[in-house]
């Protein structure tokens, strides 16, 4: 059975830095997509940054210049540096990792105050 744990959300002020950690456990095979997600009360999930085979990264306008996502497909790990942040990067962030399917983490709380 596949687990993703994700570590590192908490509480930070404006301007600060977290760091995003995503672990999973089990066999995942043909890793071929690992991203972060985040969700706010009331609306969708949203795409913030991703990593794909080969290396190649992707990001929301809205991050890009402040995040960096990296991410070890044979460790089955993938994190995100989150830089100068804001407080409308408060959320709950999901890590996904999509081989064969796609699996979601349980979700940790950013929160940045103002």
């Known amino acids: 059975q596949v687990q993703l744990v994700e570590s590192g959300g908490g509480l930070v002020q404006a301007g600060g830095s977290l760091r995003l950690s995503c672990a999973a456990s089990g066999s995942i095979f043909s890793i071929n997509f690992m991203g972060w997600y985040r969700q706010t009360p009331g609306k969708q999930r949203e795409f913030v940054a991703s990593i794909i085979r080969g290396g190649r990264t992707n990001y929301a306008d809205s991050v890009k210049g402040r995040f960096t996502i990296s991410g070890d497909s044979a460790k089955k790990t993938v994190s995100l540096q989150m830089n100068n942040l804001k407080p409308e990067d408060t959320a709950v962030y999901y890590c996904?990792?999509?081989?064969?399917?796609?699996?979601w983490g349980q979700g940790t709380q950013v929160t940045v105050s103002s």
């Open positions: 996904s990792v999509t081989g064969i399917q796609t699996y």
